[in-house]
Structure formats: structure tokens, C-alpha cells
């Protein structure tokens, strides 16, 4: 976990990229519509959009909730797994509807493509943070933090 503000930066940056990477191939060829010039107009206005909500919304709330459950705060592997989570439900719930819209405008089911997207998007989201990019960028956090350590013990 990070333990300054700039891994923060590096490790939220890292995995809402990540993230945001992921889901968007998910979703481009869920709808059939894959192309890099697709994934690159979509990736960024989405990253930006979700690296607003992680750092300034879904973020602290995942992070109220999660410290105010009655869960052993010690453990670790408990506190990433509750927290991410939390991320997740977070993160679904706000860019489903963000992608619903940049899709094509207000469907007029606004309701029913909304509950479809968020339903399609957290059965891949969910794996896809604790499986791969959580593990990933923690991972690399890990080298960074490592490597800050052995040029702070050399000087």
C-alpha cells in the first residue's frame, strides 16, 4: 500500500488506468465495436472521469466505509480485499451510467441499459481488480517503494 502522497499518486494512477484499460476492451467488444481509434477516444475521457471520482469520491467513502466495519483493521489482506471491493462497487455503479451516456446520449430505457450495463461491467470488473490489476499494481508499487529504500540506504 502506499505510504506517502506521491505512491499514492503512482498507485491510484496505475490501477484506474488499468482499470479503465481493461474495461473499456471489455465493452468495446461487447458491443462489437473494437478499434484502437475507439479505445483511445474512449480510454481518455474515462480515466479522467474515473480518476476524479477514485481520488476525490468512491475513494474516501470505500476508505470511511471500510475502516468503520467491524472487520480486523490488522489483517492486511482483509482491509485490501474489503476495500477493494468497496472500489469496485463504487467505481461500476458511476461509470456503467458514464458509459451508458457516452455511448450514445439518454437512451430512452435510460433505467433499463443502465441496470444492464451495471450487470455486465461488474462481473468483469470484480476478477479483473482482485485477479489482475490490484496484484499488478500493488506489485509494482512493491519495486518503487523497494527501490526508493535502496537509494535511500546507498546515500
Known amino acids: 500500500m502506499p505510504t506517502n502522497k506521491k505512491e499514492g499518486i503512482i498507485f491510484t494512477t496505475l490501477m484506474?488506468?488499468?482499470?479503465?484499460?481493461?474495461?473499456?476492451i471489455y465493452n468495446l467488444f461487447l458491443h462489437g465495436g473494437f478499434s484502437f481509434v475507439a479505445l483511445i477516444t474512449g480510454l481518455i475521457p474515462g480515466f479522467i472521469v474515473a480518476f476524479i471520482l477514485d481520488?476525490?469520491?468512491?475513494?474516501?467513502?470505500?476508505?470511511?466505509?471500510?475502516?468503520?466495519?467491524?472487520?480486523?483493521?490488522?489483517n492486511k489482506l482483509v482491509m485490501?480485499?474489503?476495500?477493494?471491493?468497496?472500489?469496485?462497487?463504487?467505481?461500476?455503479?458511476?461509470m456503467s451510467l458514464f458509459g451508458v451516456l457516452i455511448e450514445g446520449g439518454i437512451?430512452?430505457?435510460?433505467?433499463g441499459a443502465y441496470r444492464h450495463a451495471?450487470?455486465?461491467n461488474?462481473?468483469?470488473a470484480l476478477p479483473l481488480q482482485l485477479i489482475v490489476v490490484g496484484p499488478f499494481s500493488r506489485a509494482i508499487l512493491g519495486k518503487i517503494q523497494t527501490?526508493?529504500?535502496t537509494a535511500e540506504t546507498a546515500e
Open 16 to 24: 484506474c488506468f488499468s482499470m479503465v484499460l481493461g474495461m473499456s
Open 55 to 74: 481520488v476525490f469520491v468512491i475513494g474516501v467513502l470505500a476508505k470511511k466505509i471500510a475502516f468503520s466495519l467491524p472487520l480486523n483493521k490488522d
Open 80 to 94: 485490501i480485499l474489503t476495500i477493494s471491493c468497496l472500489m469496485i462497487l463504487g467505481m461500476v455503479t458511476c
Open 107 to 111: 437512451p430512452n430505457d435510460l433505467g
Open 118 to 120: 451495471w450487470a455486465m
Open 122 to 124: 461488474i462481473i468483469v
Open 147 to 149: 527501490n526508493a529504500a
